[in-house]
């Protein structure tokens, strides 16, 4: 069995091609890049962030706060009522015994 190996640099569109291409790529990556810087710095004008990282915590009304106080109670009384539901008891005696409200 004989091999022969082709030389591939040898032609000339494909070294064109190749290098026009990765031209292109790079300048597509370049200003991907700068539209995020841009909308980075209108999202900082916008939040009033002079400087830094904002951190925001529970208490800035992110509604956080709403879901642990509203939906957790509400949840854990239909946990209940399907608790009395599985020992047999009718729905509105289990509704009522738990205060639960739709």
């Excluded at 290098?19 to 999202?43: D, E, N, Q, R, Y």
């Excluded at 509105?92 to 409200?101: C, L, M, R, T």
Aim: net charge positive; charged share 20%; no cysteine.
């Amino acid at each position: 069995m004989s091999f022969e190996l082709r030389k591939l640099s040898g032609n000339k569109k494909g070294q064109l091609g190749g290098f026009l291409g990765m031209f292109v790529a790079t300048i597509a990556v370049v200003i991907i890049l700068l539209v995020f810087v841009l909308i980075s710095g209108v999202v900082r004008i916008i939040s009033g962030v002079s400087e830094g990282v904002a951190v925001r915590g529970l208490d800035h009304g992110i509604g956080v706060e709403d879901i642990k106080n509203s939906y957790m109670g509400k949840f854990t009384s239909l946990v209940e009522v399907r608790f009395h539901l599985g020992q047999g008891k009718d729905l509105d005696s289990a509704i009522k015994e738990v205060g639960y409200e739709k």
